[in-house]
């Protein structure tokens, strides 16, 4: 590589840009990138593709109906009820969209509207480094500080000899609103910042307190980009898997109330892999709650690029 | 303009490099698995690594077996990784291990593993520890079975305080979980509760949860928990090593290594040192929880 880009730089002199150069590196690169390219396709479906068979394999084997409906979980005994499951993915995730995406939508509005230039900075680069936090150090603080604190608040709200404690959806929806908090924000910084300046500019000459610029200028216009921000948060949330394992309890059923252990489709995964022997109904009924974890998440970023291309926001 | 041009070009290199990474990784990282799997099958005394997995329980002994095997014989080398015992079983039926590790008996229909019993673990229910169970230190077999079925929700019924009792579970997958289940429920009649996937962890929550109740190998005995004994009639039966080998303590299992087909080469020389007199005495009987199967007066054909 170093002997081509020599000859490049000695057939390419300041001036003549255009000029002849050899042409056998270029499309011996090219062709890397093209296979690399390629590879990552290729794996791509070749995996959607076997999700699909075996998903829909372990739907006809357990049946959809159990599937969507059943309340228990227990492939031990041959019984497959995704409800326990799905509900703990959907009621954590909202929850977490509630919670992380409120106040991160809100300070976006604060960082782009109202904050001096330096603490935009500042507060960008931080907001940056706890986006880059792996999961599974969120999950680990949260179990040592945020279960214990969600225990004393459950048994506060119940009574203390109420069947609750600090692991459930209560924490595993606060802990994802932590963790999706960042990543909101920083895409809801993106969405707000592209809003063209001579707009805010034609507020203010009309009379408008930053304050009514911002909230009935920019965030309207904004509105698309926005919304994009929050949905991909659901989404994050949704597909967590680490973090929430370790704060949800894993019981698998449905929950009376908000601290009582439960389940979620991804750390139902993780919990009974290990104990599906390959081709049982088992392992193809796990398979099934990944293809409908894949559609969720599918279905949620398609929703969100549908509503951002009708109109650049 | 021109080092703009320059760097980009560098950047391509860079990723045409990567290219060539990516598009022979995948063959190289399956070459060596398959060819060793083949290499086991096809010449079973040849010195490729004999690989073990399964029950995390028996795993500290394995480990402790593994050091002065290979210290023994200088050609042998051991690989041990622990996932549960039905991974263990999963796994040497596949055939991507030679030896696994389990707490129970494999399942009927794998009639082409063959069973080598190299010890025995007790379990014991393990409580958090507080006033609330100062006064309880035996269960009976049927007060057990309430607890964890969920029927029996506070100590107060036990003879404590009046202190609600959570059930802490095993995952499905766990040995522990299976056994305890067969003695104490006759089979996975566990209520649905919060569950910890391996005993480490379980040990941690169980300190931290007031009125916590679970169910533990005797390994993981901890003096900041209460461990049950049990009351059999009149009598009540601590969960010694003297207990179980006598057969007065019901909840025990044997740990199994499973070959596929009878053993053979260096899996086979492996067991045959667990299963050795010295061994058994010298090192097995001192490793925490583990009685050496040469001492047991009892036996049993299933969980």
Known sequence: ?313 | MFVRFDLMLGAFGVVAALGLGCDKTPPASEGPAASASTTAVATPTSEGPIRVSGSSALQPLVNAAKEKFETENKSASIEVSAGGSKKGLVDVGSGAVQIGDSDIFAAPDQKDLVDHKVAVVGFAAMANKGPHNAKVAALGLDQLAKVFSGEIKSWKDLGGDAQPIVVINRAPASGTRTVFGNVVLGGDKFVESQTEDNSGALVAKLKQTKGAISYLALSFKDDDLVTLSLKIGADVVDPTPANIAEGKYPIWSYEHMYTKGPSTGTSKQFIDFILSQDFQTHVLANVKGFIPITSMKIQRDKD
């Open chain 1, 1 to 313: 590589m170093q002997k081509a880009m020599d000859v490049v730089r000695t057939a390419v002199p300041l001036k003549l840009r255009l000029g002849p150069r050899p042409r056998w590196p270029d499309a011996v690169v090219r062709l890397f990138i093209a296979g690399c390219g390629g590879f990552v396709l290729v794996t791509t479906l070749v995996m959607i593709a076997f999700l699909a068979r075996t998903g829909v394999q372990g739907m006809s084997e357990v049946g959809v109906w159990p599937l969507l409906t059943g309340s228990r979980w227990k492939p031990e005994a041959d019984v497959f009820g995704g409800v326990p499951l799905i509900l703990g993915t959907f009621v954590s995730a909202t929850g977490a969209a509630l919670l992380g995406a409120t106040p991160a939508v809100l300070s976006a509005v604060w960082l782009t509207e109202f904050a001096p230039k330096s603490t935009k900075a500042l507060f960008r680069r931080t907001m940056e480094i706890s986006a880059a936090v792996p999961s599974v150090v969120y999950g680990w603080l949260a179990l040592v500080y945020l279960v214990p604190l969600a225990e004393s608040v459950a048994h506060g709200l119940y009574g203390s000899d109420a069947e609750v404690g600090g692991e459930g959806l209560a924490s595993s929806a606060v802990l994802l609103a932590v963790m999706i908090a960042p990543t909101v924000l920083l895409l809801s910084v993106d969405a707000l910042s592209r809003v063209p300046n001579n707009l805010r500019e034609a507020s203010a000459a009309l009379g408008a307190s930053p304050w009514q610029t911002a909230f009935r200028v920019v965030m309207p216009y904004a509105w698309r980009g926005l919304l994009v921000a929050v949905f991909f948060g659901f989404a994050r949330a949704a597909g967590e898997t680490m973090a929430v394992q370790m704060v949800i309890g894993g019981a698998r059923k449905i929950p009376a109330n908000l601290f009582q252990p439960t389940t979620t489709i991804s750390a139902q995964i993780v919990m009974d892999m290990q104990n599906a022997r390959p081709n049982t109904p088992a392992s193809d009924a796990l398979f099934s709650m990944s293809l409908i974890l894949l559609v969720i998440s599918v279905g949620v970023v398609l929703m969100t690029r549908a509503l951002s291309r009708t109109k650049r926001a």
